[in-house]
């Protein structure tokens, strides 16, 4: 979105510094997602005194120690299993030192509230250093997802009104539209050369191909092909590209690039020449936006993709929007895909659910006088299905924040400067945050005066994930056409855990089985 979206440029995974300094105490192992997690809500009533910063609980004293137990407990799989066990643990809050990192982690939505109120004008956490690395090595300017301080500030003010103003929705949903009407009609192909009527298959690799041409739509304003059976070889070695650059991210989470590059390793010879392939073919399209501007200055209306746009609008540079954009490409991948898959997967195990939600988008598409504009007003079921793949499934372990003052969490006071992590998929899991959390229930968002602070898959306040507009709208739209035309079935009832590889992944592939509402003439 394979990775990430969401979207993940929002939250970068879970504490980069707890995977890559990596360490732990000897935790167990829980997968469990109807775990009780010993938490309590922020109480108001506490008066006591404020305790000191070497008061919170944790295991923080020896991180060498907790760098090889994560090692031999293979826990760099299982950080959010690890991370939901603390808070079960330890409480509400705890700190942890992991090799030379150190953090302190949180869960209740208030004390997240608090967080974001102490993140300051420049908002700051942890970098990408495998990107920034190549980058570094290229000389390629950083985008706003790899920014900081006050270039960041100005050119995230310039996106935010190109990418996620709710203004700018109207341009993207005729784009990402016709990708989905597009996905469908790959679909129906498929059932119909099947002799079963049906398709079952693991989707991940389709809803790769999905993502991926609905955010070049969007980004580049070109189609890359990718639904048809016979794909371009430039359009293939663009995918491939994508496919390795996450493939050799992973790895360099744990080692220094640095490293890497002085020895002159194969993991980093191959994360160069896929960033080299992605970012030649942000050239290519800079190119060919430049040859039709010249040749036809206008474009009859058509919103011409997110690229041109801000090359037109002249206020950023040739390589800051480049750089940008590239960014906005990469984590809008991984993220929307397997957010996606998880939603099928779900919806496969509520076939009443379904039924709910189609009636829904009927109604919506009867109101709406033809206007997808207007059905996507109309779907509050449907977004908050979701919200809530976003809860059970986040695409990030947690979101991280360096705070910029003092502030006081749980009665424990805790110096600016430090790293603070709320943790998205342990809050997700917890019955005092969410009644019933192993239950998928998208009516309960539904309740708005109940989601305060709760729903933060896409990150919050100035730092949220640029790309949330995009991602939001391409993956409603998906599922209203999937649901228009499909029953979506699960061969066996068969709970599947996820698995950490840069975001978090089924753990082993998800298997579901498509069938035609009706017969297609």
Same mark, same amino acid.
């Given at each position: 979105?394979m990775?990430?979206?969401?979207?993940?440029?929002?939250a970068?995974s879970?504490s980069?510094?707890?995977i890559?300094?990596?360490?732990?105490?000897f935790?167990?192992?829980?997968?469990?997602?109807?775990m009780?997690?010993?938490?309590?809500p922020t109480?108001p009533?506490?008066?006591?005194k404020?305790?000191?910063?070497s008061e919170?609980p944790?295991?923080w004293?020896?991180?060498?120690?907790?760098?090889? %137990?994560?090692?031999?407990?293979?826990?760099f799989?299982?950080?959010?299993?690890?991370?939901?066990?603390?808070?079960n643990?330890?409480?509400p809050?705890y700190?942890?030192?992991?090799?030379?990192?150190?953090? !302190?982690?949180?869960?209740?939505?208030e004390?997240?509230?608090?967080?974001?109120?102490?993140e300051?004008h420049y908002?700051?956490?942890l970098k990408?250093?495998?990107w920034?690395?190549?980058?570094?090595?290229?000389?390629?300017?950083?985008?706003?997802l790899?920014?900081?301080?006050?270039?960041w500030?100005?050119?995230r003010?310039?996106?935010?009104k190109?990418?996620?103003?709710?203004?700018? /929705?109207?341009?993207?949903?005729p784009?990402?539209?016709e990708?989905?009407?597009d996905?469908?009609?790959?679909?129906?192909?498929?059932?119909?050369?099947?002799?079963?009527?049906?398709w079952?298959? +693991?989707?991940?690799?389709?809803?790769?191909?999905?993502?991926?041409e609905s955010v070049?739509?969007?980004?580049?304003g070109?189609?890359?092909?990718?639904?048809?059976d016979?794909?371009d070889?430039?359009?293939?070695?663009?995918? =491939?590209c994508?496919?390795?650059?996450?493939?050799?991210?992973?790895?360099?989470l744990?080692?220094?690039?640095?490293l890497?590059?002085? /020895?002159?390793?194969?993991? $980093?010879?191959?994360?160069?020449e896929a $960033? +080299?392939?992605?970012?030649?073919?942000?050239?290519r399209?800079?190119? %060919?936006?430049?040859?039709?501007?010249r040749?036809?200055?206008t474009?009859?209306?058509?919103?011409?993709?997110?690229?041109?746009?801000?090359?037109?609008?002249?206020?950023?540079?040739?390589? =800051?929007i480049?750089?940008s954009?590239?960014?906005?490409?990469?984590?809008?991948? =991984?993220t929307?895909?397997i957010?996606?898959?998880w939603t099928?997967?779900?919806?496969?195990?509520?076939p009443?659910l379904?039924?709910?939600?189609?009636?829904?988008?009927q109604?919506?598409?009867?109101?709406?006088d033809? =206007?997808?504009?207007?059905?996507?007003?109309?779907?509050?079921l !449907?977004?908050?299905?979701?919200?809530e793949?976003?809860?059970l499934h986040?695409?990030a372990v947690?979101l991280?924040?360096?705070?910029?003052k003092?502030?006081?969490?749980?009665?424990?006071?805790?110096?600016s400067?430090?790293?603070?992590?709320?943790?998205?998929?342990?809050?997700?899991?917890?019955?005092?945050?969410?009644?019933r959390?192993?239950?998928?229930?998208?009516?309960? $968002?539904l309740?708005?005066?109940?989601s305060?602070f709760?729903?933060?898959?896409?990150?919050f306040?100035?730092?949220?994930?640029?790309?949330?507009?995009?991602?939001?709208?391409e993956?409603q739209?998906?599922?209203i056409h999937?649901?228009?035309n499909?029953k979506?079935?699960k061969?066996?009832?068969?709970?599947?855990?996820?698995t950490?590889?840069l975001?978090l992944?089924?753990?082993?592939?998800?298997v579901?089985?498509?069938?035609?509402?009706q017969?297609?003439?």
């Open positions: 979105m990775m990430v979206k969401p979207c993940w440029h929002c970068v879970p980069l510094a707890v890559r300094a990596a360490g732990a105490p935790y167990r192992r829980c997968y469990s997602a109807s009780a997690i010993s938490t309590q109480s009533e506490l008066h006591k404020v305790k000191p910063f919170i944790g295991n004293k020896n991180g060498l120690v907790n760098l090889y %137990n994560f090692w031999k407990l293979d826990g799989k299982n950080i959010h299993g690890i991370m939901l066990d603390n808070f643990t330890f409480g809050i700190r942890e030192k992991i090799g030379y990192y150190e953090s !302190v982690n949180i869960i209740n939505p004390d997240a509230a608090i967080l974001f109120k102490a300051g908002p700051k956490r990408m250093e495998p920034t690395s190549y980058r570094d090595y290229r000389n390629h300017r950083y985008g706003v790899l920014k900081d301080g006050e270039d500030r100005s050119h003010v310039i996106l935010n190109e990418v996620i103003a709710p203004q700018v /929705l109207g341009n993207f949903v784009l990402l539209d990708v989905g009407q996905f469908v009609a790959r679909v129906h192909k498929k059932i119909e050369r099947s002799s079963t009527g049906q079952t298959v +693991d989707l991940s690799h389709e809803l790769f191909k999905f993502a991926l070049s739509s969007v980004l580049y070109e189609r890359l092909g990718l639904l048809h016979y794909i070889p430039e359009a293939q070695h663009f995918i =491939d994508i496919s390795r650059m996450f493939k050799t991210t992973s790895p360099m744990y080692i220094p690039p640095g890497l590059r002085r /020895l002159g390793s194969q993991v $980093w010879k191959e994360h160069v $960033w +080299d392939g992605i970012f030649g073919q942000a050239d399209c800079i190119q %060919n936006i430049y040859r039709q501007l040749l036809a200055p474009n009859d209306g058509k919103y011409p993709g997110v690229l041109a746009s801000l090359l037109m609008l002249d206020k950023l540079s040739i390589e =800051d480049k750089a954009v590239t960014e906005l490409m990469a984590g809008g991948v =991984d929307t895909s957010t996606l898959l099928l997967y779900e919806l496969a195990r509520h009443g379904q039924e709910e939600l189609r009636a829904e988008i109604a919506a598409r009867a109101s709406s033809g =206007d997808i504009t207007q059905v996507l007003k109309a779907v509050p !449907v977004k908050g299905a979701l919200k793949t976003l809860r986040p695409v947690s991280q924040r360096y705070i910029t003092d502030i006081v969490i749980q009665n424990y006071h805790i110096p400067g430090t790293l603070v992590q709320l943790g998205l998929y342990a809050m997700g899991r917890s019955p005092h945050v969410f009644p959390p192993e239950q998928y229930q998208p009516s309960r $968002w309740r708005g005066e109940h305060y709760r729903s933060l898959g896409f990150g306040g100035p730092r949220q994930c640029l790309g949330r507009r995009i991602a939001e709208t993956m739209l998906f599922l999937m649901l228009e499909f979506i079935e061969q066996r009832q068969v709970d599947i855990r996820s950490f590889e975001i992944l089924p753990e082993k592939p998800i579901l089985t498509l069938r035609p509402l017969q297609r003439k």
